[in-house]
């Protein structure tokens, strides 16, 4: 199984990035692929997760900023950030739990409930 991230940068406070996550080993049917950051000193955090029904969860924090998405074709979850600001700067994260693991109306926002990582992508914006 590999999560591989890119897409990372600097970039200018107003501006956009989009990160990939290219998955290999694992299939979207029975796994589903969430989005993590860490702030420096601090424990890493969801932010975007899908539930079982299909809908997505966003932290208030990048809600309406964020969009996630998936190419199924190539196995490849995106995410489009944009508006970016200072505070966004942290390393972001995708990683998988087994679908059945949630329920309809919940997906995982903590770390212990994600079986494989992605290395990870710094994402930097300046002021």
């Known amino acids: 199984v590999q999560l591989v991230e890119s897409g990372g940068g600097l970039v200018h406070a107003g501006g956009s990035l989009r990160l990939s996550c290219a998955v290999s080993?694992?299939?979207?049917?029975?796994?589903?692929i969430a989005w993590f950051r860490q702030f420096p000193g601090k424990e890493r955090e969801g932010i975007v997760c899908?539930?079982?029904?299909?809908?997505?969860y966003y932290d208030d924090s990048v809600k309406g900023r964020f969009t996630t998405s998936t190419d199924n074709t190539n196995k490849t979850v995106y995410l489009q950030m944009n508006s970016l600001k200072p505070d966004d700067t942290a390393i972001f994260y995708c990683?998988?739990?087994?679908?059945?693991?949630?329920?309809?109306?919940?997906?995982?926002?903590?770390?212990?409930?994600?079986?494989?990582w992605g290395q990870g992508t710094q994402v930097t914006v300046s002021s």
């Open positions: 990683t998988a739990a087994p679908l059945v693991r949630f329920s309809w109306s919940y997906c995982g926002r903590s770390r212990v409930e994600y079986d494989y």
């Open positions: 080993g694992l299939s979207f049917d029975e796994w589903t």
């Open positions: 899908t539930r079982r029904d299909g809908s997505i």
